[in-house]
C-alpha cells in the first residue's frame, strides 16, 4: 500500500477533513451570524500547480540520501498551520520555501547537516511534525543566507530505554505523539502530554516549544517531564546528567527548552513517566453566571486538588463548540489516578463548584466517569475537529483564528474585558461585520488561569492576510498592555516577535543572544525566532 502522505497545505493526510455535509450547518450558522446568503468554497491547492525558486543550494555528495529538493518536499516544510499560513497556500504563494530538505538517520546526521549549513552560509531549520502556528518552520531569512535546509527529524522515531524502575524512558526527538505512547503501553506507563497536535507533533517539537498538554493543573507543560536531553549545536553536543533534580547551578537543559530550534536540535531526551491511570472521575459543572464559573476554578486551583481537567468553556464556546445551547458556561472536570480512588477529590471540587452556583445537570450524572459522553464528550470531539475546522472556513472565506495567554487571578476580569471589547471591535472594523469571540481556560494554576480565545470574523477573501494582521496586532497589543504573556504554549516564532520583544527583559536578552554566539557562532540555526541573527 501507498504510504499516506501529510497535506502540504493543511491538516492531516490527503483526503482527510471535514465534508460538504459536515460544513452545512456550520455554514448556515455563520450565513445567519454575519448576516449575508452564503459562501463558496475554494478549492485547496494541488502542488503542480505551484512554482518554485530553484534550489540555492548544491546537496553535497556525502549528504545526498539524506537530502532531497523534491517538490513535494520543499512544499510541505513551507509552513506551519496558523491561520495565516493557509490563507498563503490557498493563494499558492510558497515564496519561501526550503531549498533542501534533510532526514538525518541519526544523530551524526544532525551534526554533518550542522556542519554543511555553517559551512555554506545556509540557514538551519529543525522541523518536527509542522503543526506549529507561530512561524517557527518558515524560511522566512532574508537575503543575508545563501538558502535554507529544513531538518525534518521524523526518522529518529524510537523510544530507545525504558527504565520503570525510575519511571523513566530515553525517547528520540522525531516521534509522533500517537507512536511514543504505543511503545509505553507494553509496559504500563504513558508521558501523558496530549495537546491538541497530539497526533501530528513530535516530542522535540513539544520541548523545543514549551508546550502545554493534556494536565490542566500542576503538570501543565512539557518542562515537568524532561529529565535530561540530548542537543547537537554547531559547536558541539549538549549531553547532561540525568537527575530528578539538582541544585548545582542554572539547569543546563532549561536554557534549551523553549529554544524553539535556535540554540540546538534535540536528539533525545530522558523523559519522566507514569503509571498508566486506571481510576477516574468526572462531571460537567453549569454557571449561568461566567465570572461564577471562573471564581470556581479559582477555588479549585487553589485547593490543591490538582484535577487533569480543569476547563471552563464560556457560555459562548459552549454554544459555537456544538456542545450545549449557550444559555450557561459550562466547567469540564475530571480526576485520574494510577494509585487511589478520586471520590473525594472530586466531591470537594464539587463543592467549590456548588459555593459559586455551579449545578451539576442531569446529563453530567447520567455520563459520569466517561470522557467521551454527555457535554464532555462533545467538548472533546469538537476539540480534536477544531484543526480541520480551520482549513475549511479558510476555504470559505471565514476568518477563524485563536491566541492565548496566561495572567494573575486579580488582573484576569480587566484582560477578558479590554480583549473582549478590543478584539470585537476590529473584527467589525476590518470586516464591516460583526465577528464572534469565545473564551476557554485551558490551564490553571493557584495564582492564575491561562484563558484561550478563538474569534470568527466575516472574511474578505483577497484582504484576509490584512484582516489576520490588523486582528492579531489589535489583540496582542491588549495583552502586553495587561502585562499577560504574549504566548502561554503556543510558543513565540517570528508572529509573536513584536510583542514578545516587548516583554523580554533587557538583560535576559543580552544573555540569551550571549548563549546564541556561542552555541551558534554562524547564527544558521532558525534566524529570526525568538532573536535576531547574529550580524
Given amino acids: 500500500m501507498a504510504k499516506q502522505r501529510r497535506k502540504f497545505w493543511g491538516w492531516g493526510y490527503e483526503g482527510s477533513g471535514l465534508s460538504s455535509a459536515d460544513m452545512q450547518p456550520v455554514e448556515a450558522h455563520w450565513a445567519d451570524y454575519f448576516g449575508v446568503d452564503g459562501f463558496t468554497a475554494d478549492a485547496p491547492p494541488e502542488a503542480g500547480e505551484i512554482t518554485l525558486r530553484e534550489p540555492r543550494l548544491a546537496i553535497p555528495a556525502s549528504l545526498e540520501k539524506i537530502c532531497t529538493t523534491e517538490h513535494y518536499e520543499r512544499l510541505a516544510h513551507t509552513y506551519g498551520r496558523s491561520l495565516a499560513d493557509q490563507i498563503r497556500a490557498f493563494r499558492r504563494d510558497f515564496t519561501n520555501a526550503p531549498d533542501v530538505v534533510a532526514h538525518p538517520r541519526d544523530e551524526q546526521d544532525v ?4 556542519d554543511w549549513c555553517g559551512g555554506a552560509d545556509a540557514a538551519a531549520i529543525p522541523f518536527g511534525g509542522g503543526s506549529g502556528v507561530v512561524g ?35 525517547i528520540q526527538a522525531g516521534i509522533y505523539g500517537p507512536a511514543l505512547e504505543s511503545e509505553l503501553r507494553p509496559h504500563g506507563l504513558t508521558l501523558r502530554h496530549f495537546p491538541q497536535s497530539f497526533e501530528f507533533s513530535t516530542l522535540g517539537g513539544w520541548i523545543a516549544t514549551r508546550s502545554g498538554g493534556h494536565f490542566a493543573t500542576l503538570y501543565t507543560h512539557i518542562d515537568d517531564f524532561v529529565e535530561t536531553m540530548r542537543i547537537v549545536t554547531p559547536t558541539g553536543i549538549h549531553d547532561s546528567f540525568r537527575l530528578p533534580g539538582s541544585g548545582a547551578g542554572p539547569s543546563p537543559d532549561r536554557m534549551f527548552i523553549g529554544s524553539e530550534g535556535t540554540l540546538g536540535i534535540i536528539t533525545e531526551a530522558w523523559m519522566r513517566l507514569q503509571d498508566r491511570p486506571t481510576e477516574r472521575a468526572s462531571r460537567t459543572v453549569e454557571f449561568k453566571e461566567y465570572m461564577d464559573g471562573v471564581r470556581a476554578v479559582r477555588a479549585i486551583a487553589q485547593a490543591g486538588l490538582y484535577p487533569a481537567n480543569c476547563r471552563l468553556l464560556h457560555a459562548g464556546e459552549v454554544k459555537s463548540a456544538g456542545v450545549g445551547d449557550g444559555s450557561a458556561s459550562l466547567l469540564v472536570l475530571g480526576f485520574e489516578s494510577a494509585d487511589h480512588t478520586l471520590g473525594p477529590w472530586l466531591e470537594r471540587a464539587l463543592e467549590c463548584c456548588a459555593d459559586h452556583g455551579g449545578v451539576i445537570p442531569p446529563e453530567a450524572t447520567d455520563a459520569a ?14 476539540f480534536i475537529k477544531g484543526c480541520y ?32 471589547r478590543t478584539t470585537l471591535d476590529v473584527i467589525e472594523d476590518v470586516t464591516g461585520h460583526p465577528g464572534a469571540l469565545t473564551c476557554r481556560f485551558t490551564h ?21 492576510l490584512d484582516q489576520f494582521h490588523r486582528i492579531k496586532q489589535a489583540a496582542s497589543d491588549v495583552l502586553v498592555k495587561h502585562r499577560a504573556t504574549i504566548t502561554h504554549h503556543h510558543a513565540v516564532g517570528r508572529d509573536h516577535r513584536p510583542w514578545y520583544d516587548q516583554q523580554a527583559p533587557a538583560p535576559f536578552v543580552a544573555a540569551l543572544s550571549a548563549a546564541k ?10 534566524p529570526g525566532v525568538l532573536i535576531d541573527p547574529l550580524p
Fill in 111 to 114: 551534526v554533518d547537516l550542522l
Fill in 136 to 170: 517557527g518552520v518558515e524560511a522566512a531569512i532574508g537575503e543575508r543566507y545563501a538558502g535554507a535546509v529544513s531538518i525534518d527529524m521524523l526518522k529518529l522515531d524510537k523510544v530507545l530505554e525504558v527504565d520503570k524502575t525510575s519511571r523513566a524512558a530515553r
Fill in 369 to 382: 466517569d466517561d470522557p467521551r459522553a454527555g457535554a464532555a464528550g462533545r467538548w472533546r470531539d469538537a
Fill in 389 to 420: 475546522m480551520r482549513e475549511a472556513l479558510t476555504a470559505r472565506g471565514i476568518l477563524r483564528e485563536t491566541f492565548e495567554t496566561s495572567t494573575t487571578w486579580d488582573r484576569f476580569e480587566d484582560l477578558y474585558d479590554d480583549v473582549t
Fill in 444 to 464: 490553571v494554576y493557584p495564582d492564575g488561569p491561562a484563558p484561550y480565545f478563538t474569534y470568527h470574523g466575516m472574511g474578505d477573501k483577497p484582504r484576509m
Fill in 517 to 526: 554566539k556561542a552555541l551558534d557562532p554562524k547564527g544558521i540555526l532558525n
